[in-house]
Each structure stands twice: as C-alpha cells, then as structure tokens.
Nanobody
Framework: QVQLVESGGGSVQAGDSLSLFCSAS????????MGWFRQAPGKERVFVAAIRWSAGSTYYADSVEGRFTISRDNAKGTVYLQMNSLKPEDTAVYYCAAGITIMVTNTMTYNYWGQGTQVTVSS
C-alpha cells in the first residue's frame, strides 16, 4: 500500500502562484509515476502533470504547460506542483496519484490517490 497526502491548497487571486505538495509513504517504488489531477465541480477528473520517480521525466496537460512545474524530491518522498499565473479556470480539487503506468494521463492507470486539496482562484 502507498499513502499519499496532499497539502498546500488555498484561495488566491488570478495571476498569483501556489505550491502543492504530495507526501508519499508506504510501499513506494522507483517504478512509479506520480501524477497530479484536478476535478472542478460537476466535471470529470483530468490530468494536470506527471513525473517519473526514477528518470524524472515530466508530462503536462496543454492547459498548464508553461505555467505549472512538477518536480520531486526522492529523498523526502515528496512531489511538488508549482503553479504560476493562476487563472480562475484552474479552480478545482487537486489530487496526487501514484501508479506503474505508461499512460500517464489516464486516471484509470493509477493505483493510489490522495484525498485532494482545494485550489480556488478568484478573478
């Protein structure tokens, strides 16, 4: 089992920055991909960004490319999502996920999920 705990959400103004943190514990593996997803009210959960624990390869949704940066600290077992130039449409609950997958944008391929953290961006 892998436990994931997100933190760092909050309420900000458009154009502001916010950092999210995902702390992983339990039976983690260097084979895992760590992903961030988000779900707005009444909408499906969608891919935001992902990173491979071992290689550090990163992947981004088009909607956040150039504004968000995903990174990880292997020693701390933590994945970060730095969000800059936030927009009202970034408002959602953000979830951290872990899985052994090549389909990094697909929610169905992740085995473990955190409880989510709310991000609200006001115009």
């Amino acid at each position: 089992q892998v436990q994931l705990v997100e933190s760092g959400g909050g309420s900000v103004q458009a154009g502001d920055s916010l950092s999210l943190f995902c702390s992983a514990s339990g039976r983690t593996s260097s084979k895992y991909v760590m992903g961030w997803f988000r779900q707005a009210p009444g909408k499906e959960r969608v891919f935001v960004a992902a990173i491979r624990w071992s290689a550090g390869s990163t992947y981004y949704a088009d909607s956040v490319e150039g504004r968000f940066t995903i990174s990880r600290d292997n020693a701390k077992g933590t994945v970060y999502l730095q969000m800059n130039s936030l927009k009202p449409e970034d408002t959602a609950v953000y979830y951290c996920a872990a899985g052994i997958t090549i389909m990094v944008t697909n929610t169905m391929t992740y085995n473990y999920w955190g409880q989510g953290t709310q991000v609200t961006v006001s115009s």
